[in-house]
């Protein structure tokens, strides 16, 4: 009973790419607070702020709010990657990818980051959907918070066309436009 339970442990963290969960931990990754008062916000509040940013949002584009159900409704608040099946993971990651898409023109915007805090902190988008994430602040690369965004994200998981960037994560310093 025990290897067959240490079986499906191992068969579930190797679906799941052997990622970590960071429910509670005291440093946390996060666009808005410093990693270690990230820690000391409880989920509710994330999730207030994430939604106060998502209604901004939509006051800017309207098409946004077919998002809320998914990602900003009560019900995502209990939705939990690492005990959901890899078809219910990707429809979400798809969900997720095509947020960041249409938000990238507004990702300069405090709403955007305050929504953008929600999902890294429920569905850890600076984990699992890192590429996006990064081509969504792509265009603003010269920025400081283009910075914050390869902080957070963990590059040694990210593809290797994202390698280049680990000279920002060390230095702190974003990419020029030269």
Avoid at 25 to 48: E, Y
Wanted: glycine share 4%; hydrophobic share 40%.
């Amino acid at each position: 009973m025990v290897s067959s339970l240490a079986a499906q442990l191992s068969q579930r963290n190797q679906q799941k790419g052997n990622f970590t969960s960071n429910l509670g931990q005291k440093n946390r990754a996060s666009l808005l607070f410093d990693t270690v008062k990230a820690g000391d916000v409880d989920k509710d509040s994330i999730f207030a702020i994430g939604s106060n940013g998502f209604l901004e949002l939509i006051q800017k584009d309207l098409t946004l709010s077919t998002f809320k159900e998914a990602l900003f409704s009560e019900r995502s608040k209990s939705w939990e990657r690492m005990h959901e099946t890899a078809d219910e993971s990707k429809k979400l990651d798809t969900v997720i990818n095509n947020f960041l898409m249409r938000v990238s023109p507004l990702a300069m915007q405090q709403c955007t980051l305050k929504a953008l805090e929600w999902l890294i902190r429920q569905f850890r988008i600076n984990e699992f959907n890192s590429s996006e994430l990064i081509e969504c602040f792509l265009p603003y690369h010269d920025t400081p918070i283009f910075v914050k965004i390869v902080l957070i994200v963990d590059l040694n998981r990210a593809p290797e066309r994202w390698k280049f960037l680990r000279s920002i994560q060390s230095n702190g310093i974003p990419l020029t436009r030269t």
